[in-house]
């Protein structure tokens, strides 16, 4: 994120950033608070526990970032690398 | 024969009449084209509607139905916004391929046979391969010569398969099969590469990034697309197709976490948009069918849409990697929203066309009770946030101050884009009268409170994963090797090591031979007088009297004759 003081951008500014972050966690909170007054549907025992989705997904995601991170050291090459590999000969 | 118009053909003299065309009848041309070709194909009744012959075959290029016009109406649509959005700043031998390559899309969705469906097929990637090569860079050039090759032999696969039910069946028209013997593989495989199913996934990303800003969005549209409705046509419920989406939904989102640059990020979550469609029709009930064909529509939409506003960057800034964008919010506004709105249809955020379509397919998956699959495809659903709709927007139009302060869209580019988002929100909000258009008759509805809330805490929590993991996804100037690897690597390195030696031995070989001829040219110079003198002193170098030379074949023609008999 962005943190020059100068920036004319309202949402570059550190104050505007740490609003957005609490909107961002009331947000979160309310869409966990829902689940008291609106029923979710479940289709196998547990995903109608009180923040399945919430869970389910913030781990999922977790699982993907870290095996695309693993996989990134298998995988990554410089960018020129199929350039430089065309030149070998 | 018939005083019907193929609305494929519309297109296609479109497409040839952009050339000699200039200034303000081609701009005619490529706008009123697609609107006479959308016009046409909702003319197209239910059944065969043209024949032809063809060889020994009654073809039948044009057949109509539900799933083909819902098909060849988003190909038209996006040919006419495609053309909108590049007509002003595009090459006019992009967009006459591009049109022709749009047109052979919608021959392809009214092809009533295996024939037609493969002379437009193979049009697609001859035109297709043109659009990439009109990014005129070297980088552009060599992938298209990839991008053309894997197409070559994806249509010779499907060309095998196609020769091969022709003659085991005796019948060349497009019906229902599964994946049984040599033949229907062949088809299958043939297909799926155009799918860019793995493990031949990695030429999409290769090719359409390295096209022009005007051209990506035109690629991102049809290839893959037609690729879902033949299978949707030939393989429903073929079960091999779940796993095969699975593999490409979960492919696409690794790949595009490892990627920098922004159109690659885009073409690697086709694949995992494709991946959605390819399991939805090897589940292959109505509902996942309806969910396959609905989510198609409304994907060329919304990826159209976020290819667009990666193009206006690439086309303002010339720049297309995350780790030299950023910041681009403060002077285009209206890109950043338009990426916005692309970026949260394809994670199919609620009152989006992402919703609505794709909660059909996981709906089919809960309805056959695959629960693995549906909680592999809720994992990807979050996923697909994580990699394109944060990602992409964050890394290109906010993140840090790159510096840049490009100006906003030019109004045709701007003009499209509003268009495509209008219409991902439309399809978002009223999906009711959308519906109406799927192949199957359905009452489903698509916004339920449970589930909307279910989809909202796994996406905004996703959304929370991506800001506290965003250390780890720090932009590489790097690229992710594919399977590609192995033909552009190892077979060569492979390749030019064989040759290597090949040379050896031939050398040694050429060596000999040169001793072996030039000691024979001895002998031949010292008794037969042959070669470089024009002094003749051996015995077959004399000057014969004709006579004498009639006598010899005389008495060897003799000789032989004799020996013929005696044997």
Redesign the interface.
Known sequence: MNDSQKDDAWLARPASIRLLWRVFWAVLALTVAAQLVIKVKGYFGIDDWLAFGAVYGFLACVAMVLVAKVLGYLLKRDENYYAAEDERD | MTEFLPPALILLVGAILIGPLRGHLRSAVVLVAPLLTLWAVWQVPDGVVTTAPFLDYVIEPVEGSPLRRLFATIFALMAFVGGLYAFRQAKWYELAAGYAYAAGAVGVSFAGDLITLFIFWEMMALFSTVVVWSGGTPAARAAGVRYAIMHLLGGIILKVGIEGVVVHTGSIDIQPMLATNFDTWMVLIGILINAAAPPLSAWLADAYPESSPTGSVFLSAFTTKTAVLALILLFPGEPVLIWVGIYMVMYG??YA??E?DARRILAYSIVNQVGFMVCAIGIGTQMALNGAAAHAFAHIIYKGLLFMSAGVVVYRTGKSKCTDLG?L??TMPLTTICGIIGALSISSFPLTSGFTTKSMISEAA?DEGL?LV?MLL??AS??VF??AGIKFPWFVF????SGLRPKDAPWNMAAAMVIFAALCILIGIFPEPFYQFLPYATDYVAY????V??????????????FL?LP??RR???????LDWLW??LF?RAG?VLLRVLASIGGAIETGIRTRVSSLRDVARRYLGFVESNRAHGIFARTWQIGTTALWIAILLSVYVLTYFIS
Not at chain 2, 455 to 466: H, K, N
């Open positions: 989102i690794i976490l490892l920098n910041g919010f403060r809960v629960v549906y809720t994992a979050a996923g994580l990699h906010f993140q840090k101050d339920k409170p449970g589930k809330l279910f989809y909202l805490q796994l996406l905004l929590f996703s959304g929370l994963a991506f993991l780890l996804m590489t100037l790097t690229i992710s090797l594919d552009r690597v060569y030019s």
